[in-house]
């Protein structure tokens, strides 16, 4: 979850609104509301506008006034956040099981790395992702703004009447909104809703966090928002530098080793052979990066503790820690099948020509 301009990764992945009294617990959620039971669902405002959005994918442009009549969802992303990677099987649950019965889901792409500005990279993940639902290609914060946003993911409401009746940010509330568009949806005269709740297999980077054991944050490597540098060499920003790592690194701290450039938006790297190494406590390590505009495949090498990660191994690295990186994108680098415990993670690019931009953890 990112709080404009940039992003968080503790707790629920989101700063929520108190719980209320008349709110259903937790396990009447999960279960089922009781018989007749109705979820408080005020008015909250009215459905902004799409009319800044740079591009559609999936659909012709979309309006209020045009999908009056029917309840819409909109959801807030951008293709690297791992937070909504993580709410994503959920959405798109909804999207398909609710369709026929009035549900319009409308997906807000707002880029926040510069490279999820480029129309190719988005359709190219929203395939991946499979996102089949109409999604607007919102550049320039435009449609951002006129929702005053400010989360990835952000998961807003509307009724019939194009009211705001429900909103959520960051991850988690399955349940609770999942009853919200069944109530919307039946206050709107739609018969045979299957008020059971749908149930999702998600894989790899979709998988929820373990939060009992995640103990490390979203960690830029870009100057502007970087924080834990502990490189033996203090950073040079915009030029060229050769790195020597830290013989030992703090919890959440990170260094670099090798000729690597430190810039504004991500560490690049400037001849092969250059590492990355990160001392965390979580489950999972990822890591948003891609080849430099125009470059090729980068292979890769991932080790924990000095070791190669073996049944470590993130979905996108194999057994034997090798991996490559073909375009710019999250991936998952380690996921431990063991007891978690601080641990040192270490990448390193066989191929000059990488930018690494931030780490999550799951």
Known sequence: MVNEPHSEDRGSGAATEPERADRPGLIRSIVHRLAGERLALPVEGRLASFAGATRWLNSEPLTPEGLRGRVVLVDFWTYTCVNWLRTLPYVRAWAARYADAGLTVVGVHTPEFGFERDIDNVIAQSRSLAVEYPVAVDNDYAVWRD????????????????RLRYHHFGEGEYAMAEMAIQQLLLEAGAEGIDQDLVMVEPRGLEVAADWQTLGSPETYLGY????????????????????????????????????????????????????????FHARDVNLVMGPV?????????????????GD???????????????????????????????????????????????????
Request: net charge negative; with cysteine; aromatic share 14%.
């Open 293 to 309: 505009p125009g470059g090729g495949p980068i292979p890769f090498r991932v080790f924990l503790d000095g070791q190669v990660a």
């Open 147 to 162: 929702f005053s946003n400010h989360f990835w993911p952000a998961l807003y409401l509307a009724d019939v009447d194009g």
């Open 224 to 279: 502007a928002q970087s924080t834990g540098f502990a490189s033996a060499d203090r950073a040079r920003f915009d030029r060229a530098h050769d790195y020597t790592a830290a013989p030992q690194l703090p919890l959440n701290y990170w260094d670099l080793s090798g000729r690597w450039t430190v810039a504004q938006h991500a560490a690049l790297l400037d001849q092969p052979g250059g590492r990355i190494a990160f001392e």
């Open 312 to 362: 470590a191994a993130g979905t996108d690295v194999a057994a034997d820690g090798h991996g490559t990186v073909p375009d710019q994108r999250c991936y998952q680098l380690i996921r431990q099948r063991g007891p978690i415990a601080q641990r040192r993670f270490e990448i390193e690019f066989l191929d000059a020509g990488v930018e690494a931009y931030c780490f999550t953890f799951g």
